[in-house]
């Protein structure tokens, strides 16, 4: 036993163990999200909402880092000719088991320099929090389409890191 240890310290360190064992797949964050202990700030934009406004405009669609899939077999209707990557290989059986049933192809890609897609394939690039290469979407996007992206900004957790003692770094001032 801890030195001092109370009862409900034991019983909550119990919790917390209990907690971190639980299974997780993909980026499926309900866990965590449905008890509110994970809350996303708000933001002055929808990334949801600005895909699902164009997505009836469009013929093609790649999803950048789709996690298990989660966020892309949410929206309606999908393009005919929608393909996802995914660069954590965990994910990428759990995304194609979830999105394949909804014709969408994904493809496991290590090298974000390199995507397995011609030049000019898509209407629709969107990427939430994936790194990427500018040049490489620029590459596969079709031109005078558009690329759609929500990334972590630099005060994003500010006070767990100053908590962390993480110091200042280079994108502290990114919003």
């Known amino acids: ?14 919790f917390l163990m209990d907690e971190a064992n639980h299974p997780f797949t993909g980026w499926d964050f309900s866990h965590i ?14 990334y949801s909402s600005k895909i699902l406004m164009r997505l009836r405009q469009i013929q093609s669609l790649l999803d950048m880092g789709t996690g298990g899939g989660e ?6 209707p999908l393009p005919e000719h929608t393909c996802a990557t995914e660069g954590y290989a ?4 759990i995304a194609r088991q979830r ?6 192809k994904v493809y496991e890609v290590s090298d974000p320099h ?9 209407d629709l690039v969107i990427n939430r929090h994936e790194y990427y290469d500018p ?6 996007l079709k031109a005078g389409h558009q690329f759609i992206t929500q990334q972590v900004g630099g005060s994003n957790d500010v006070e767990l890191l100053q908590m962390l003692g993480a110091g200042e770094y280079q994108y502290a001032y990114w919003t």
């Open 99 to 104: 999105l394949e049933p909804l014709g969408v």
């Open 1 to 14: 036993m801890f030195r001092n240890e109370q009862p409900q310290d034991k019983d909550y360190f119990d």
């Open 33 to 46: 999200t449905a008890t509110r202990r994970m809350v996303e700030g708000a933001l002055s934009w929808s």
């Open 114 to 122: 390199r995507q397995p897609f011609a030049e000019n394939e898509f």
């Open 135 to 140: 040049q490489e979407v620029m590459r596969v």
């Open 90 to 93: 965990p994910n990428v059986p």
């Open 71 to 76: 966020f892309l077999s949410s929206l309606h």
